[in-house]
């Protein structure tokens, strides 16, 4: 059974880093990509970085390119989510999500209903 459990949410100030972490347990020598989504109050998900689980490659959504970095550590089938200088529109319930077979048409998909393995979410509060 595939699990995913993230953890390193919390309340920080503007400008501020957190680092959050995604360990994935059942099946994590078949992941294809892990992705994490965000999901603010009284909004849908949003895409925020994916990374391929074969080659490393990476895919940022814009308005966290410069800030946040995704990264996978294969030995401990955990992807890292660092996030540098936070502001207050990155406050949101952070998810990690992992799917084990290729997307039709693109390495990497921004759309939460094509992942089918999803975390608990971790808040994530950044204050001004």
């Known amino acids: 059974q595939v699990q995913l459990v993230e953890s390193g949410g919390g309340l920080v100030q503007a400008g501020d880093s957190l680092r959050l972490s995604c360990t994935v347990s059942g099946r994590a020598n078949s992941l294809y990509t892990v992705a994490w989504f965000r999901q603010a109050p009284g909004k849908e998900h949003e895409f925020v970085a994916a990374i391929n689980w074969n080659d490393e490659n990476t895919k940022y959504e814009d308005s966290v390119k410069d800030r946040f970095t995704i990264s996978g550590d294969n030995a401990r089938s955990t992807v890292l989510l660092q996030m540098n200088m936070l502001k207050p529109d990155d406050t949101a319930v952070y998810y990690c999500?992992?799917?084990?077979?290729?997307?039709?048409?693109?390495?990497?998909?921004?759309?939460?209903?094509?992942?089918?393995?999803w975390g608990q979410g971790t808040q994530v509060t950044v204050s001004s």
């Open positions: 999500a992992a799917q084990f077979t290729p997307f039709s048409g693109t390495t990497f998909s921004t759309q939460s209903y094509e992942y089918r393995y």
